[in-house]
């Protein structure tokens, strides 16, 4: 073997690993997002959808139900984040005309007839199931939910009143609210709680739990120590010093619990 094949044999190695390692940085999918707008008695929703639109096949799909801040960057990053994993995802506008709040009274306002009412959150959620299931993208047999704070309440709340999808995950969200009934509750749950949040009580960890055993429910509960309310927002420290509420960002309760809803929706979409 000659010096000169020798050389020629070395560059083409060489600019087959860089062009390998340049191929690497290439983002492996497309995102393709819209607002889809529909209406709920005279209110116009506004919601998000994204999903990668160079897989051609339906695919199974998740509603992202916001804190009580409603649809803003943050609910948009985590659905942006299910696409990326092959899903179709919607951010759903629970409060109408794409409305956010600018401040804990805001958010209160708009959040606090939907806890006080049950029935209207479920109205709509379930406006925004309709929505995605008509998506040509989605299998509708295949549709689960995720919420965060205000959000997680929602759902589980929904769910002990018979709402029935795949799988319900509930991050830092409240655990009270409608009544159990055995009969009515037919969906997985998963719950990913902060061991140190302020707004749910130990009592109220305690009563669930009680509660969901009772009926044999199929939901597991994961805690993470010196986690607050708001865990998984970047933004809660900022948050939570602007308006001295207890919540503040966790990186790693964020990574596991984002690990353990990825592993949840893989089972209920089997």
Request: aromatic share 12%; net charge positive; hydrophobic share 40%.
């Amino acid at each position: 073997m000659n010096a000169h094949y020798i050389f020629l044999l070395f560059s083409s190695i060489s600019f087959f690993l860089s062009s390998c390692k340049a191929k690497s940085t290439i983002s492996p999918y497309h995102l393709h997002e819209e607002t889809i707008t529909y209406q709920i008695d005279s209110l116009q929703m506004k919601s998000y959808i994204v999903y990668n639109d160079q897989i051609t096949t339906k695919r199974p799909a998740v509603l992202v139900v916001p804190e009580w801040w409603g649809l803003n960057e943050y609910a948009k990053s985590r659905a942006r984040q299910l696409a990326a994993l092959g899903y179709i995802a919607i951010a759903v506008d629970m409060y109408g005309n794409g409305k956010t709040a600018a401040n804990p009274g805001e958010a209160s306002a708009a959040a606090g007839p939907f806890y006080q009412n049950p029935i209207m959150a479920k109205k709509h959620v379930d406006a925004a199931i309709a929505q995605i299931k008509l998506h040509p993208n989605t299998d509708p047999s295949k549709i689960a939910a995720i919420g965060y704070c205000f959000g997680g309440g929602v759902l589980l709340n929904i769910a002990r009143m018979g709402e029935e999808l795949k799988g319900f995950v509930s991050f830092h969200g409240s655990l009270l609210g409608t009544p159990l009934n055995k009969d009515l509750l037919k969906t997985k749950i998963l719950v990913l709680h902060g061991a140190a949040d302020k707004f749910v009580s130990a009592s109220d960890v305690a009563t669930f739990k009680q509660q969901m055993d009772s009926i044999g429910a199929d939901y597991s509960f994961k805690r993470y120590a010196g986690a607050t309310h708001a865990f998984t927002n970047p933004e809660a420290t900022a948050t939570g010093k602007k308006f001295n509420l207890p919540i503040a960002y966790n990186a790693a309760a964020d990574s596991a619990s984002w690990n353990e809803m990825k592993k949840f929706l893989n089972q209920v979409f089997k």
